[in-house]
Structures are given as C-alpha cells and as structure tokens.
C-alpha cells in the first residue's frame, strides 16, 4: 500500500503526466521470486525448443540417411526428455506467473480501493461511481492480465524469434537472410496496428464507463422508470450506449484482427522463398535435406512466436490505456487529509459548539458559489432549524461541519477548533448524521442499527430505536430485530428506512446530530413524537434539522433561513414570522396546505 500513497503524492488533482505501467510494477515487489524464475524456467523451456530442429536435422541426416536405428532411438529418447523437461518448465513457470499476476491484481486492487476510500466528497463528484467501479474491476483485470502475460511470454517468444533467427543462420547464411529482409515490414505492421489501436482502447474504455452509468441509473432507479412507463425510453438509452461500445469495440478488434492474418501472411511467404531457394540449394549440393527440413521448422517457430508477440501486443496496448486509468486514480492527492489530533488550548470548553466564520463554499474552486460570507455560532445544547428553497445551499452548510467538503473562504470551528486540525475520525465521531438519501446495508435491522456503535447492547440498541420510533414497527416483524435487509432496504417503507438511519445515528450518541431533511417521509405525527424523543433521549446533544417543512423546526431554539446561498434569516419561529419575507412565504404557504399548523 505504500506504492499507492507514493504514487498519490503529486500535486495536481488531475497529474499531467500519468502514471506509467512501469511504475505500477512498483505492487510486484512482493513476488521478486516469481517474476524471476518465471521468467527463467520459460527461457530454459525455449532453449530447449530451439534445440529440437537441430537434433532432427541430425537424426535425418546422420540416422535415417545412414539407416542407423540405434542413432535414430537413441536421439528421440533424448529429445523426448527435452520435451519433458520443457513441459515440468513450462508448468513452474505457468503456476509462478499466476502466483504473481493474481497477487499483484489483489495488491494493486486493495491499494486502489483504500486510495479511493481517502477522496473526499469533492474527488468522487469528479470521477463519478460508475468509473471508479470499472477502475478498480476491470482495468486492474487487464493489468492482472498483462503480469501473467509478461512472465510466460514476453522474454519467450522474443528469445525464440531471435534464437531461431540464429541457429538458422548457423544452417544457412543464405537462407538466413529471406528472415532478415522480412523482419522491417513486420515491424511496420506492429507500428501501424499499435499507433491506431492504442487510442481506440482508451475510448473504448471510456465508453464502457458510460454503459456503467447507464446500467446502474436504471437498476437503482427501475421503480421510477415503471412508475413514468419510460421503460421504452430507457431501453432506448441503453441501446444507444451498447451500440456505441459495440461499434468502438469492432473497430478495435478489427485493426486488432489483422496483426495475425498479416503476421501469416508474411511469414509462409517467407516460407514459400525459403523452400523455394532451399530446393535449389539442395539440388545444388549446398544444403541437406534434414537441414532444409531444420530451417522450415525454425521459420514455424518463428512464425508462431510472432503470432504470440502479436497477441501480447493487443494485451499490453490495453493493459498500457488501463495503466492510465488506474494510476490517474491513484495520482490524485485527496483534497481533504487527515491532520494531528486537535490539540484543547484551555481546559474549559468553548460554549459555541460550531462557529462559521465568514464561510464561503463552492463545489470547485472555479465555479459558482454554494455558500457566500456565512457566519452563524452554535451553542451546545441548541436545537437549530435550517430552512429554505431547494438549492439554497442547505446541505452544503451541514456537509462542511464533518469536513466532507472544505471551504473556500473561512473557518468551520468545532469545540473552538478548525475542522482543518482535526483528524477526520475524531471530528466525525462527535456526530451522528442522518443524509437525505438513506443507505442501508446487507446484514439484520439489528446489525443496521448497530453501525453507529459496534459494540452496544441490546437494551441500548432498542432505546435508540424507540427514541427514532422504529421499534414499534421493528416489534411487528416475524424476526423483529433479527429481520434481514435487503438489497438497499428495498423491503422496508422509506419512513422505516429514515427512521432505521436515525436510530443508527442514536445509537453513537453523538455531540451534534444532523439530520438531513430525514423525516420527509414520516407524517406529522410521528415526526412530531420523533423531535420529542430525540430531546428526552439525550437533553445534552446539539442537534441540526435541515427540512422543508416549517412544522419540524418551529420549535428550534434558533431558526436558520437561506435562500440561494446566502443566510437571510437568523432567529426563532416568531421573530422570523414578524421580521423575514422569506422564512413567512415559507410559513404561509404550507398553511395553505395545511402543514404550517401541525
């Protein structure tokens, strides 16, 4: 894992120069043993290969000509026990390159993975989830695949063209060079392939992200497709995006198909000279017909080997676009790291919990702001209300507390301490948050719950849950808390889920709880018995409602009011009915509704 943090300390978000595959091979430090007697047990087994035309131009030349059976025996034993030993090399070597190639694959996919568990907020926006997906799955797979193929063949298969290269011109100098004059046009032909396929593999990569969003939008989302009956359109969506793949992808295969066909073809016409010069020569006295009979097996092999060298071509030229994507990943220095533990200049604590000073915030430093000169204080034990339309940069204001996001402008203080100085565990462990979008995990409810704190009992679990009026409906259930969840929590209500995640936030007992807009799915009357527990369940906790409704946070000891990113409004439910347009068009619309009055 240290290559990964090496690797990550660039600093650039997004790093001119990519990480090549050289420098990944950084996570094959802990298989130095099978990277190289890999390697030598195969070139021990091409040695070996090298050898058999030779020994059959002696057996024909010196045994069937010679009709000498004890000679012809007695050199088939022997290259039957080359054979053996080339197959026991060809076994070691294949069991050590998938020793080092499944290791590197794990190493190189945890380090990846624990990288991209240190991104903040900001790192995953720029990336999004269906890259980061294929990043870690399949590109690592394809450099997986690019070790195993680098310790079977890549010293074999150029070491049999050269080697064979050689004991044909050992047989023949003449003949040798029919080898030599081809070897520039293949060459040509390798140049060509790789230079218009190489770019070709990094969009087909790209597109296979973009299949990934698709995909994953329309399994999270099949409920919302159904309920609009956009389930034709999606189809549509999905097709447009395969296509788009599938077109990119036969595009690559095709220039890919060609290195084989062309590789052939110029090799068996190199075949057709050679046999073609050899006759000649055999005829002419100059040459033997187990040496022709040596040549024409050593141009097979050189032809196979290159056939091997086109395949590996094809696999290092996408392992080298994987290469890219992986350590573009791992090159991105998190713009949120974690500091040294606070350090308490007094030993009495500050009586503002949170302090904004002068805060401004923007999702990229570049673009718009979120949230401009906020400064609001909190104290302990206040319960705050955060009101305003959609967008007004609500969320925003709570993500900065737990540091999910750094400001632009400005100072977040917790305890009288910068978020900045914190370590991020010691910072979040002083809070329990509930987010707008509830996630809940595989596992029972009880395990759920337990999140916010591994090791509470079973009489603090259900307290929590009676506190978050989810024990009632957790009662109910056949296996009560023992209940499994499904995937997402797709077999309990929205108003079981949020009331599971807060029960989860409870359980931690947390300084500061946050609750994001999470009891939209509760109605009023079960939303009101809620802010009640929460007050009995512990008077000492500072607690920050974010909602649309004025009827949750009318009773907050101080009501905040944005509106498109700026604080409009600071006070309580009646000050702000005398004294802000705002919070009172609010108010005075959901009495018309009704919702004002509960």
């Given amino acids: 894992l240290k290559a990964a943090e090496m690797i990550a300390k660039k600093p650039a978000f997004f790093s001119k120069r990519i990480v090549s595959l050289r420098e990944l091979f950084v996570f094959l430090k802990p298989y130095k043993k099978e990277t190289i007697l890999g390697p030598l047990f195969k070139l021990f087994e091409a040695i070996l290969e090298l050898l058999l035309p030779t020994l059959m131009a002696l057996i024909i030349n010196r045994g069937v000509n010679r009709s000498d059976t004890n000679y012809v025996l007695h050199m088939g034993a022997l290259m039957m026990v080359m054979a053996l030993l080339g197959f026991g090399s060809s076994m070691v070597c294949q069991y050590y390159a998938a020793r080092a190639s499944q290791g590197f694959g794990t190493t190189l996919r945890n380090a990846l993975f624990k990288h991209i568990s240190s991104f903040s907020y900001a790192e995953v926006d720029r990336f999004g989830t269906a890259t980061l997906i294929n990043r870690l799955t399949n590109d690592v797979n394809q450099l997986q695949l690019a070790v195993a193929m680098l310790i079977r063949l890549v010293i074999r298969a150029p070491f049999i063209c050269l080697g064979a290269i050689i004991m044909a011109m050992i047989l023949d100098f003449k003949l040798s060079l029919i080898l030599l004059a081809i070897t520039p046009l293949f060459a040509l032909i390798l140049y060509l392939i790789i230079s218009r396929s190489s770019p070709l593999y990094q969009q087909y990569q790209q597109k296979m992200d973009g299949l990934t969003l698709v995909l994953r939008e329309n399994l999270a989302g099949v409920r919302v497709i159904r309920a609009f009956t956009r389930k034709k359109d999606e189809q549509k969506r999905f097709n447009q995006a395969s296509d788009d793949l599938t077109a990119t992808a036969v595009r690559v295969g095709g220039l890919s198909a060609l290195l084989n066909p062309l590789t052939s073809l110029v090799m068996n016409a190199a075949v057709i000279a050679i046999l073609w010069t050899g006759g000649l020569r055999i005829n002419a006295g100059a040459l033997s017909q187990g040496e022709i ?78 949230l401009d000169d906020i400064s609001v204080v909190v104290n302990r034990g206040e319960t705050v209300g955060i009101i305003g339309g959609t967008g007004s940069g609500k969320s925003s204001f709570i993500n900065l507390i737990p540091r999910f996001y750094d400001v632009l402008h400005g100072e977040v203080l917790v305890d009288g301490v910068n978020v900045k100085n914190y370590n991020l565990s010691a910072l979040r462990q002083k809070m329990g948050i509930v987010p707008q979008k509830v996630l809940l995990f595989s596992g029972t409810l009880a395990e759920n719950i337990r999140w916010g704190k591994q090791d509470a009992s079973e009489e603090e679990m259900i307290a929590a849950a009676r506190a978050a009026q989810a024990d009632e409906f957790i009662s109910s259930l056949p296996e009560a808390y023992r209940t499994p969840v499904e995937r997402g929590g797709v077999n309990l209500s929205g108003g079981q889920r949020q009331r599971l995640s807060i029960a989860r936030a409870l359980l931690a007992r947390p300084q500061i709880l946050i609750l994001d807009d999470a009891a939209s799915a509760l109605d009023f009357a079960t939303e009101a018995a809620l802010r009640q527990a929460i007050r009995c369940f512990n008077r000492e906790m500072t607690v920050l409602i974010v909602s649309q409704r004025v009827s949750s946070i009318k009773q907050a000891d101080k009501i905040l009011v944005f509106d498109d990113g700026h604080l409009l409004g600071l006070g309580n439910h009646v000050s702000l009915l005398n004294d802000n347009a705002v919070y009172r068009e609010i108010y005075y619309s959901q009495m018309a509704d009704g919702e004002g009055q509960s």
């Fill in 293 to 370: 009979i040596a040549f024409v097996n050593y141009v097979t092999q050189i032809l196979l080997a290159l056939i091997v060298v086109s395949n590996l071509v094809i696999i290092f030229t996408r392992a080298y676009a994987s290469a890219g994507r992986v350590s573009e990943v791992l090159a991105v220095r998190p713009s949120i790291v974690d500091a040294k533990p606070a350090e308490k200049t007094t030993d009495a604590a500050p009586k503002a919990l949170i302090e904004f000073k002068q805060v401004s915030f923007a999702y990229s430093a570049t673009g718009e702001r979120v």
